[in-house]
């Protein structure tokens, strides 16, 4: 028995990050990332982050691809291949100074 999870979608066709990440198949964590790196499907943020179910479909139906070959040359792929630096997170490395020996 397989149990399908209940996706929530606004009357006017939005979703919240959960529920996106539910009929997307990805993560919420994922679904982050891909906006911070500007890929992914389009979002609207009015205090909360929304997508729209058809921009999801859209984005879906863009990654289609005959062969995996032909997957690496889709843009706005799901797969983020870069990983950002320290800095473009904003994570600073504390240094301490070593301790006299003596």
Do not use: H
């Not at 996706?7 to 906006?35: C, F, V």
């Not at 997508?51 to 479909?57: A, W």
């Amino acid at each position: 028995m397989n149990i399908q999870p209940e996706i929530l979608l606004l009357p006017d066709g939005r979703m919240d990050t959960k529920n996106a990440s539910i009929y997307l198949g990805l993560s919420t964590k994922t679904l982050a990332m891909m906006r911070c790196a500007g890929k992914g499907p389009q979002f609207v943020k009015r205090g909360k982050i929304f997508y729209f179910k058809t921009d999801l479909d859209d984005w879906i139906d863009q990654g289609r691809a005959g062969s995996t070959a032909q997957a690496n040359l889709v843009p706005n792929q799901s797969c983020i291949k870069e990983s950002p630096t320290n800095d473009q997170v904003g994570i600073k490395a504390i240094s301490k100074p070593n301790p006299p020996i003596g």
